[in-house]
């Protein structure tokens, strides 16, 4: 296994006095897709907040352990240079009210990118890499608000391309989209993680059995704390499962 | 909040025959108030409200039976009497317009002319008419109001206008609060509002005094008016009686205007 | 890419936070001065003798504000009594029976109401003492009155009413209608007994705001109400409100600190309607079920 | 005991469409009556309208009843100008705290000023006029050019500011609360700092809704009465400079039109009383062009983008 690109060594994470996360360890392997399953509030979302620490807007929260980036504490990072490197896509499309272009070069020029073509050459180059470019190209300028659900989550992937991440995470990025537009966002992800490390987080197994090449499956302990059970490449946790709970998870036995 | 509601539905529907309802010249509603509360104390059955308003709004009101008497400030005009056929006009008191100024600015004395170029606007600065060098502030009340008709008669002579630049305040009490605290301003108000607030300014030499306005010396007098629909009958012909008495004429000169008895 | 630093970033953000907090803080100063000034210059003036005395001596300011408080009472009841069942019937018939009717009638009627409540909300007061003026006290002959001015009032809480109402029942749940209707109740069965219950931590915020709104009007009451200060004892008497004796007061005589006082008064009387409207709500929001 | 049941059944529809009726009726004497004050107030300024003419009474700047001059220009000026003053002077404070309320205060400062605000945007506006009067007033007298008296367009426009302050402050404020989480999470999530995400994104998107609340205080401003007798000195002039200072006419004193309203309409007969409720038309007009105005500036927004 190549040297991973994120890691969490014995990470915990706390709301006030309850324990959500409880020691969690995991390599984010480079330019791979990691999926991270596990049933309805076994703290996978929250978890995959860790790795760009969107957690810290919740009032209450705290954590122990370490998160790495390329070696690095994320904690010690400046958390707006993390997020730039760390970009994120939520379950629900949030494009901003804004038109389809300043929807995209938000990100470039929050960060200082600001010479007129350049950006429109990097709007162009966010928007085919998240395969949205075609079915927009003429109308830029109109209301991202009036894309369909599937364009305007393949959106917010440009719009997250575009500031140049390492890391891209996603939170259930298809779980409100019809089939066909869940489809599209599949084969996406397949031509995204030539250029990136993704991360997504699913309840759909099916979907992290398509299109994940590692697999890391999180449950709830007795005191309701997400705990790792397993993780592995895909192939691996889906055939083969080392734990019996995976196997009771993903033959359909709970969840 | 139910005892209100239970003592609003209490409240009558409408004036008892023993209410006398009394609206207009806010120069004359001080007076006005004073000559009900005496009234009323020697006739408790009968109850006399007074709201202000301005003199036209008395003879509106008297004229078109809206009130019981309307109070006036003023001479009332041909064509209100023309317009109000059957209203009869009761002249209970005298009243003098005196004018005054901030205590601040220091001149006692202006002729009527100056006065008249003062409230146009033509002297524009007490230095003019032997005052510190300050710019003068223009009080004044707005159309309507029997103080300004009388004033606008008898010293800017019906054609002269006052300045657009005064200060227009809705009351003579407004006027006296005005020219109180605002420096180096003039102003024209009832002899009954003067106070120890405002300096009072004599015209030609003639200090306003109800002494000097009742020998005729002092040239800015005008009527005090009651205003009835027609000829007043019961409650309100009593209590106009009593004003004309020798008790009533008292409290009009205890409050510094003219009797006319 | 060319990049700004986080840095500056950060140095901007703390630059444009410190200016909001200042903003807040002098927003909140000049409120604070504003009130505190007058309950400071007013609350020492304030004795039992205030509250049961009316105003007397004319131009001197003297005396107390009790018959102000009887003439604001009887004028927050009668203004009610007009607008309450108006304006919440009003507000019932367009929420409940009037999505229903399609009819070429009904349809342009429902569109004006709508529209006239939504323009008659951002109307100056003064137009409705204008508007009291030339008809309740010029044209109806009910004079500077009571009457008149409470008829005004109505005019100027009618929209608030009728749009709180309006609000109120919107937010009752279509399934509480709908259960009702299919146990077999008829329509006002299920307003009376469904619809309105519910509603009524709503209705009666929109009330209470209405009588908040008469108490601190002085406009209207300046043209309508004549301003006489004896104790009402009709309704076509005159008088004067709480507000309007703090004008009258401010305008007329030398009597400030009275004035202070009287508005010290106003203020605490706003402060209790806005805890009472805060008390139902807090109801609204606990146990709306339970009306 | 079909009978009784059908007989039940028959009232109860009675009663049912009889309520209705009821309602109706009570639905339809509001609308009279809302209909009724629009209408008889333009009828009352119709012969105004008339008998002066439009453009004298727009564009006319001598308001003297007793010569039947009725120019309403110089109160319109008024108008404009001391609600001008009051955003100048009241905007930016007013936005600044709904946004600070919003987006920056911790919840403990939001607790205890948000509900302060919101008390003060009902204090009576003659409270604000009593202390105008008092302290205001003899403040701006200290101001020393020619013919100041205190009175004028900056005491009124400091009135005006404090009293819109509360309003603007308090709907603003919840038109910022009101912009989804998502946004502000998405541009966090890009690396924008909290100010570059409240700038970018939730200002932004809040923008409908804070100009409605600007529109709310414009129209409190327009509208306001008493406050503006008190200190504003009433006099019916156009406001002018009276130093070469084009500022010093904020010290210039002025009448709106409402004061005209209030301070005449009890003394007015005839052709006088239209032009008050010609007064009241214009001053109507103007809080409509204030809210048509907003509504275009926020289509031509939209379509920006």
């Known amino acids: 296994m190549p040297e991973p690109r994120m890691r969490t060594i014995d990470y915990c994470l706390y709301y006030g006095g309850f324990r959500a996360l409880n020691s969690i360890s995991m390599d984010i392997p480079p330019n791979m897709i990691t999926a991270i399953i596990g049933p309805s509030g076994c703290g996978k979302s929250t978890f995959l907040r860790s790795f760009n620490r969107m957690n810290e807007l919740i009032p209450g929260v705290r954590v122990t352990g370490k998160v790495l980036l390329d070696g690095e504490d994320i904690f010690s990072l400046d958390v707006v240079s993390l997020r730039r490197k760390v970009g994120m896509v939520f379950q629900r499309p949030n494009p901003f009210p804004k038109s389809i272009f300043d929807n995209v070069a938000y990100g470039p020029r929050i960060h200082g990118l600001r010479k007129g073509d350049s950006l429109a050459a990097l709007v162009e180059r966010s928007l085919k890499a998240a395969a949205l470019w075609d079915e927009v190209k003429d109308d830029l300028q109109k209301s991202a608000l009036s894309l369909s659900g599937g364009q305007q989550q393949r959106l917010c992937i440009a719009r997250a391309l575009a500031v140049e991440p390492e890391v891209i995470l996603m939170d259930e990025p298809a779980s409100a989209l019809d089939p066909i537009a869940t489809l599209k966002i599949e084969e996406l992800l397949q031509t995204l993680k030539e250029n990136y490390t993704i991360v997504i987080v699913t309840h759909n197994m099916q979907q992290a059995a398509r299109v994940s090449d590692f697999t890391a499956f999180l449950l709830m302990d007795e005191s309701r704390a997400g705990n790792l059970v397993e993780f592995g490449p895909t192939k691996q946790i889906f055939t083969t499962p080392r734990d019996s709970r995976t196997e009771d998870y993903i033959s359909g036995r709970f969840g | 909040m139910l005892l209100a509601v239970g003592a609003a539905l209490l409240l009558p529907m409408s004036a008892r025959s023993s209410e006398i309802t009394v609206v207009g010249s806010t120069t004359v509603q001080p007076l006005a108030e004073l000559l009900a509360e005496a009234y009323q104390a020697v006739n408790p059955g009968v109850i006399i409200t007074v709201s202000g308003g301005g003199s036209s709004v008395g003879v509106t009101s008297a004229g078109n039976g809206l009130c019981d008497v309307g109070m006036a400030s003023r001479e009332i005009k041909e064509s209100e009497r023309q317009e109000f056929p059957s209203m009869a006009i009761h002249v209970i008191a005298r009243d003098g317009i005196a004018i005054v100024t901030n205590p601040g600015v220091g001149v006692t004395n202006l002729s009527k002319s100056q006065v008249r170029d003062i409230f146009t606007g033509d002297i524009t600065n007490w230095s003019e008419v032997g005052g510190p060098d300050q710019d003068i502030v223009v009080v004044s009340r707005e159309e309507g109001s029997g103080t300004r008709a009388a004033f606008e008669e008898m010293v800017m002579e019906g054609v002269f206008l006052i300045t657009g630049a005064a200060v227009l305040q809705p009351s003579n009490g407004a006027v006296v609060t005005t020219v109180a605290s605002t420096p180096y301003s003039i102003a024209y108000i009832s002899f009954g509002y003067m106070n120890e607030s405002v300096a009072a300014v004599s015209v030609n030499g003639i200090a306003p005094t109800a002494a000097n306005a009742s020998a005729g010396r002092y040239p800015i007098v005008r009527p005090l008016c009651m205003l009835t629909p027609g000829t007043p009958q019961g409650d309100v012909k009593a209590w106009l009686d009593f004003i004309m008495s020798p008790d009533g004429q008292a409290i009009v000169s205890d409050e510094g205007y003219l009797p006319v008895q | ?291 | 005991m079909t009978g009784t049941v059908s007989a039940r059944g028959r009232m109860k529809r009675l009663t049912d469409s009889a309520m209705g009726l009821v309602l109706l009726g009570s639905a339809l004497v509001s609308v009279t009556i809302v209909l009724l004050i629009g209408l008889f107030t333009l009828k009352e300024a119709l012969p105004a309208f008339r008998d002066i003419g439009l453009v004298r009474l727009l564009t006319g700047t001598e308001w003297r009843p007793g010569q039947d001059l009725y120019g309403l220009f110089a109160m319109i000026a008024g108008s404009v100008l001391v609600t001008l003053g009051a955003i100048v002077l009241g905007l930016p404070l007013a936005l600044g705290c709904a946004v600070f309320l919003a987006e920056v205060a911790p919840a403990w400062v939001r607790a205890v000023v948000k509900p302060s605000i919101e008390l003060l945007a009902g204090i009576p506006s003659v409270v604000f006029g009593l202390f105008g009067m008092v302290v205001l007033v003899p403040m701006v007298r200290g101001i020393d050019v020619p013919g100041n008296a205190g009175f004028g367009l900056l005491s009124a426009s400091m009135v005006l500011a404090v009293m819109i302050l509360p309003t603007i402050a308090s709907v603003a404020e919840v038109a910022l609360r009101s912009v989804p989480e998502e946004y502000r999470q998405g541009s966090l999530a890009l690396g924008a700092t909290r100010w570059e995400t409240l700038r970018r994104v939730t200002v932004p998107a809040a923008r409908s809704g804070m100009l409605a609340a600007v529109v709310l205080g414009l129209g409190r401003a327009l509208g306001e009465t008493i406050a503006m007798i008190m200190v504003i000195g009433n006099a019916v002039m156009m406001p002018e400079a009276a130093t070469s200072n084009p500022l010093t006419i904020f010290l210039s004193r002025a009448r709106t039109l409402t004061g005209n309203i209030a301070v005449e309409i009890n003394y007015a007969t005839g052709l006088h009383a239209a032009a008050l409720f010609a007064t009241g038309v214009v001053l109507f007009v103007l809080i409509m062009i204030v809210n048509a105005s907003a509504r275009a500036l926020l289509a031509s927004g939209m379509r920006r983008g």
């Open chain 3, 1 to 291: 890419m060319s990049s700004r630093s986080p840095a500056g970033r950060k140095l901007v953000q703390a630059g444009a936070f410190s200016l909001l907090w200042v903003s807040a803080l002098l927003s909140v100063l000049v409120l604070a001065s504003v009130v505190g000034y007058v309950m400071i210059k007013g609350i020492p003036e304030l004795n039992l003798s205030f509250f049961t005395t009316p105003p007397r001596g004319g131009l001197s300011g003297e005396g107390g504000i009790s018959s102000t408080i009887v003439a604001t009472l009887y004028l927050v009841v009668m203004t009610l009594l007009v607008a309450a069942p108006l304006g919440i019937g009003a507000g019932v018939f367009l929420v409940e029976y009037a999505e229903s009717m399609q009819n070429r009638l009904m349809k342009p009627l429902i569109r004006i109401a709508r529209f006239g409540v939504e323009t008659l909300a951002g109307v100056p007061s003064i137009i409705f003492g204008l508007f009291g003026y030339a008809l309740f006290v010029t044209l109806m002959h009910f004079g500077f009155s009571l009457l008149s001015a409470s008829l005004a009032g109505a005019c100027l809480i009618l929209p608030v009413v009728i749009r709180t109402t309006e609000e109120a029942l919107k937010a009752v749940p279509q399934s509480y209608r709908e259960g009702s209707l299919s146990l077999g109740a008829t329509r006002w069965e299920t307003i009376r007994r469904v619809v309105l219950p519910s509603a009524v931590p709503g209705i009666t915020t929109g009330m209470i705001l209405g009588v908040g709104r008469i108490i601190s009007e002085t406009a209207v009451f300046y043209v309508t109400l004549g301003g006489s200060y004896r104790t009402p004892t009709s309704i076509l008497s005159s008088g004067r409100t709480m507000a309007l004796h703090v004008f009258y007061l401010a305008m007329e005589t030398r009597a400030f600190e009275k004035a202070m006082a009287t508005g010290a008064v106003l203020i605490a009387c706003i402060i209790a309607v806005n805890l009472a409207i805060n008390a139902v709500s807090r109801r609204l929001t606990a146990g709306g079920g339970r009306w």
